[in-house]
């Protein structure tokens, strides 16, 4: 059976959905990173899909997708740095936790 | 010189100022600077006077301000009468002033005393400078200042302050009509210069009853301030002020004033219809001669014997202004300066060495003081009239003109000259023959400073009514020089002055057989005329008649106006207080609970508000994010569906 292009888009929402779950209820600052790392790839496989379906001749959706790798790397180094940085000041990566600006 | 007459009132008015804020670190603690200021412009006067009697005149002007169209001037002038007047009263002035150094001697308020004079005299010379009637009241005014600063200038005895506000009060009264006067002559010639005045009565546009009229207008403040009848109570009063002081008030100053003031404004007296101004002016003048001259006879304290003996004097001279003796009354007005004051130092010189005033307590003096003895009597026989002394030039003068314009006035001023005569040497009979009656005073001659200006004075009043002299060939040279056009003098005669001296005479000689020679004891002639003694004694009721008829009035309706206010007028403003003081409780509750309520309200509303909006800012990112996904969801839903 051929696999098409609907098929690769609502894989690619459910692993957004997943993502956006795991971000909105996590509590977990590095499961809030992965979810994030989720919706990104959700939005990768789109644009592969419809690189290769819509036009298989240009590259662009290739070219995204790499860029949105490499900035998907950038995102876990800055947010793990703070994560790391939020833990040895407040002991603590529980969000609901960090609240010291709250009024 | 002439331009600069205006320094001889600013000399001693800066003097004034110095001693007053330099005081006591001056030299001679003030007294030094008062002289030498008074004794430059005496020098400066005598200049003038020279360059005036060979033709000198000087008038200056400016204007000071406009009243509407009207410009008011201020400006001086010097005449033959204003440089007579300047030299009287810086000479008289600075003799006075010199005295003062021994009788002020170690007076509290020394300094402040020499300020004063000082005051006096630049005042005093401000006002014969004048040549309009703004500068002369300035200066009118600041004489009635100073005269009640210096008449009580020993305020701690009452009686002193009494007399300086009697004297301020009573020539008030005369300076009220004067200043009427002066308004009535601006708002009909519309300017305030002699000149313009003198033209407008010489044109005629100031005539009649209206000329009258501020003639006799102008006159009350004469009469206030020369102390005529009925405003002559203040002066013998006046004698509370120390002695310097009342010889300057009563000879070279203060009562001159009025005077001068009749013979600056003679054109106006002149032109009034059938001389009726000067009518007035001669029988108010002929009545104080006799009647203050009749008083004097029975006063015992001998400064007040000379304060009447003023009051009569200044009687005679506004006698013989009065019956056309220009020059006459102007004459005695000099001659009487020198010697009043003489009279009145010498007087001072008495009362510095008994402690008393009170002649009844003195006696044989003559040979304790002899220079005050001999100058006293040279005072006392210029006084009375005596040739060749000064006062019987000017006072024969005077009965001659009285004698050929009006016989009721001429008798009047004829027994006032025999009364006056009599007076004065009972004085010095009782104060310096005879034996000392008091036996607690030690009297001695007083110290030179005193003594100095006493000669000086005994010598002007001895020679000064030379210059009024007929001298063969030259004539009478004071009145070439002093003269009014259209009243000239009559011409001296032999057999009147005969006669007045006879008069003065026998004066002398009645008071001689009563209080010398004592042929008739005081006492038997007080018994025989008792009730004309009553009269005398009582000064004629006057100051009697002035407390029923003025001072009791007026105090009662202080009083009333004073219920008044205190009830009437205090209690509208207490009721006025107390209804604001309700109304502004009433405001109170309203700004309480009306406006402070609605800025509460506000203020409590926005808070409120913000409580329970605040929970919609949790400060989760995840609750915003997932109201961003739901919103998203919702948009997606609404694009899809429409």
Redesign the interface.
């Known amino acids: 059976m051929q696999v098409g292009l609907t098929s690769y888009l609502i894989v690619a929402a459910l692993l957004f959905c997943l993502g956006?779950y795991g971000?909105?209820t996590r509590r977990n600052a590095v499961a809030?990173l992965m979810g994030i790392e989720l919706m990104l790839n959700a939005a990768n496989i789109n644009l592969v899909a419809f690189n290769r379906f819509v036009a298989p001749a240009a590259v662009a959706g290739q070219v995204f997708a790499l860029v949105i790798i490499t900035l998907a790397a950038c995102e876990a180094a800055v947010g793990l740095a703070l994560v790391m940085a939020a833990y040895r000041s407040l002991e603590t990566i529980q969000?609901?936790e960090i609240?010291l600006?709250?009024? | 010189m002439l331009q600069v007459a205006w320094l001889i009132p600013l000399l001693p008015f800066i003097a004034f100022w110095v001693i007053l804020f330099r005081g006591r670190r001056l030299p001679g603690e003030g007294a030094y600077v008062a002289i030498g200021a008074l004794g430059l412009s005496g020098l400066l006067s005598l200049v003038i006077l020279g360059q005036v009697m060979f033709g000198g005149r000087y008038q200056a002007t400016m204007v000071w301000a406009m009243m509407g169209d009207r410009p008011l001037a201020v400006g001086y002038a010097v005449d033959p009468l204003t440089a007579v007047m300047l030299f009287v009263v810086t000479v008289v002035g600075s003799l006075i002033f010199i005295y003062s150094v021994g009788y002020m001697h170690a007076d509290p308020r020394y300094p402040r005393f020499f300020a004063y004079l000082s005051l006096f005299a630049a005042s005093m010379l401000l006002l014969v400078l004048a040549n309009n009637f703004l500068v002369l009241y300035a200066g009118w005014e600041l004489v009635g200042l100073c005269s009640y600063l210096l008449i009580g200038f020993w305020f701690e005895r009452p009686a002193a302050a009494r007399a300086s506000m009697k004297a301020f009060v009573t020539t008030r009264v005369g300076d009220f009509f004067m200043f009427l006067g002066i308004l009535l002559l601006f708002f009909t010639v519309g300017s305030l210069q002699f000149d313009a005045v003198f033209a407008a009565v010489q044109t005629g546009s100031l005539a009649g009853p209206l000329l009258t009229l501020a003639a006799v207008l102008i006159f009350g403040g004469a009469v206030g301030k020369s102390a005529q009848i009925p405003l002559h109570v203040w002066l013998p009063d006046a004698m509370e002020g120390p002695t310097p002081v009342s010889a300057l008030i009563h000879a070279a100053t203060m009562v001159a004033a009025g005077v001068y003031l009749v013979a600056r404004t003679y054109a106006l007296f002149f032109s009034s219809p059938d001389h009726l101004a000067l009518t007035v002016v001669a029988y108010i003048g002929g009545l104080t001669a006799l009647m203050a001259a009749t008083i004097g006879i029975v006063q015992d304290d001998i400064k007040r014997v000379l304060a009447y003996s003023t009051i009569s004097q200044l009687g005679y001279m506004m006698l013989g202004l009065g019956v056309l003796g220009y020059t006459a009354g102007v004459f005695h007005l000099m001659t009487h300066a020198f010697f009043k004051a003489l009279l009145f130092l010498a007087a001072g010189s008495v009362i510095h060495a008994m402690n008393t005033n009170d002649i009844k307590e003195m006696g044989g003096l003559a040979k304790v003081m002899p220079v005050t003895y001999v100058t006293m009597l040279v005072g006392g026989l210029a006084l009375a009239g005596v040739p060749p002394f000064a006062g019987f030039w000017s006072k024969d003068e005077i009965l001659l003109e009285a004698y050929h314009h009006d016989r009721t006035l001429f008798y009047l001023g004829a027994a006032g000259a025999f009364v006056t005569a009599f007076y004065v040497f009972r004085m010095i009979f009782y104060t310096f023959t005879g034996s000392l009656r008091s036996h607690t005073a030690h009297p001695h001659e007083s110290p030179q400073v005193m003594t100095v200006p006493l000669i000086v004075l005994a010598a002007f009043s001895g020679v000064i009514g030379l210059v009024g002299a007929p001298w063969p060939l030259v004539g009478n040279m004071f009145h070439r020089f002093v003269h009014f056009e259209a009243a000239e003098g009559a011409p001296f005669d032999l057999r009147f002055a005969a006669l007045s001296t006879a008069i003065a005479g026998a004066g002398i000689l009645a008071a001689a057989v009563v209080y010398r020679w004592q042929l008739v004891s005081s006492a038997t002639l007080r018994r025989v005329l008792a009730p004309a003694y009553a009269v005398l004694v009582h000064k004629y009721w006057w100051d009697e008649f002035y407390a029923v008829s003025v001072v009791r009035p007026v105090v009662w309706v202080a009083q009333q106006l004073r219920t008044f206010d205190v009830y009437a007028i205090d209690g509208a403003v207490n009721a006025i207080g107390v209804v604001f003081v309700w109304l502004s409780r009433l405001y109170r509750v309203f700004d309480l609970y009306v406006v402070d309520g609605a800025v509460n309200l506000v203020g409590w509303l926005a808070k409120a508000a913000g409580g329970r909006l605040r929970h919609v800012q949790t400060g989760r990112a995840q609750n915003y994010l997932l109201v961003i996904a739901l919103g998203v969801i919702v948009l997606a839903v609404i694009g899809l569906t429409r």
């Open positions: 956006l971000v909105l809030i969000v609901d609240n600006m709250k009024w």
